[in-house]
């Protein structure tokens, strides 16, 4: 597992979710009231980036179908979704934010 530096404090200052790539992962990065999460970018039900859709208490909502996911745990949210969503664990150090992933 290894820590990657995916964006700053700042890349989020003005929105809620933002999608990046990481050890050849694309990442979905979030900030919610009580802290920054990151998932898995990619919709479990199809090709959709959930970085292009919108967060709803503590729900990203899919662009494609607005399946719902629960960002914290990545517990997809009822139909059309059945899948959970992959988490990464987040830190976040004087402004740099860090997602670990495996390889
Ligand atoms: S692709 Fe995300 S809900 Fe269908």
New binding site residues.
């Given amino acids: 597992m290894t820590w990657h530096h995916v964006a700053d404090t700042a890349d989020l200052a003005g929105c809620e979710v933002i999608g990046r790539e990481a050890g050849g992962r694309r990442i979905a990065l979030y900030r919610l009231d009580d802290g920054y999460f990151a998932t898995s970018d990619l919709?479990?039900?199809?090709?959709?980036l959930?970085s292009g859709g919108a967060v709803v208490e503590g729900y990203i909502e899919?662009?494609?179908?607005?399946?719902l996911f629960a960002i914290r745990t990545g517990k997809a949210g009822g139909a059309?979704?059945t899948r959970d969503l992959q988490t990464f664990p987040v830190r976040v150090a004087e402004g740099r934010i860090e997602v670990e992933i495996e390889g």
């Fill in positions: 919709c479990t039900h199809g090709n959709a959930l899919c662009p494609a179908h607005f399946g059309p979704v």
